[in-house]
């Protein structure tokens, strides 16, 4: 798999990480469900997102903020290999992640609002 494509992958694991985080901090069932989604999402390729999501928690722990930053900074840097199938599948994992424990709440919908127009201009610059 090519560099580019891993980097894009990490940054979904950032923006589930950010997702699971927004409310009341990353308990372990928003890990667990974390896994399981990136499992049924990214198939063969989610050790990717899952060595990064456990980066994230056990030995960065980036405020939501600086992840979500660092996470559109590695989409923007590599946004000739971000497909649209790409795209679907992080809005369809942050989603995922958003409703798996305690369901949507209005913070994590406004961060998926957010990123949704980030990605847009991502893919129209």
């Not at 901090?25 to 899952?50: H, M, P, R, Y």
């Not at 369901?103 to 893919?123: H, P, T, V, W, Y």
Request: glycine share 2%; net charge negative; hydrophobic share 45%.
């Amino acid at each position: 798999m090519e560099i580019e494509k891993r980097e894009i992958y990490r940054a979904i694991a950032e923006m589930a990480y950010v997702i699971a985080k927004a409310d009341r901090g990353l308990s372990a069932d928003e890990k667990f469900a974390f896994t399981k989604i990136v499992e049924e999402e990214l198939a063969l390729n989610s050790w990717i997102a899952q060595s990064r999501f456990e980066l994230l928690d056990e030995v960065t722990q980036p405020s939501i903020d600086l992840a979500y930053n660092e996470a559109l900074h590695d989409l923007k840097k590599y946004k000739e290999h971000l497909t649209p199938e790409l795209v679907a599948i992080a809005l369809k994992v942050m989603n995922r992640v958003a409703e798996s424990c305690s369901g949507f709440s209005a913070k994590e919908k406004l961060i998926i609002d957010r990123f949704k127009n980030d990605l847009d201009q991502i893919m129209e610059g």
